[in-house]
């Protein structure tokens, strides 16, 4: 991979939409490496992890705004905090739906 690409090849990359790229730097949580003299913004390998870290926060359901605080003041144990409370809510919604589907089948 070359050591910069531009929104697109990122946004491919990652499988997310270019608009959802922009959103994330509108909220400053994302930010271009640079811009080059085209006017292109630019992103690093570090861009590439920080977008998928941000989208598996997003997936956690962690909101934007809060992503913004979890990157740059959480200490480790604070962030191992938030995964295992993001883990206690997805089990609780597993048994939800396991017994849905206990339901549905009587």
């Given amino acids: 991979m070359k ?3 531009t929104i697109s090849e990122l946004a491919k990359l990652l499988n997310v939409s270019v608009h959802q ?3 994330f730097e509108e909220k400053g949580v994302l930010l271009p490496a640079y811009g080059d003299n ?3 913004k630019m992103y690093s390998m570090d ?3 920080q977008l998928a870290h941000i989208l598996l926060l997003r997936k956690l359901g962690v ?4 992503i913004k605080e979890c990157m740059t003041s959480y200490s480790a144990d604070q962030y191992a905090q938030l995964l295992n409370h993001s ?3 997805i089990n609780k919604e597993l048994l939800r739906f396991q017994e849905l589907q ?5």
């Fill in 47 to 49: 861009q590439v992890y």
């Fill in 102 to 106: 206990k339901f549905i089948k009587k």
């Fill in 21 to 23: 790229i922009r959103y």
């Fill in 87 to 89: 883990l206690r809510e």
């Fill in 3 to 5: 050591s910069e690409i």
């Fill in 63 to 66: 909101p934007v705004q809060s």
């Fill in 38 to 40: 085209n006017q292109y």
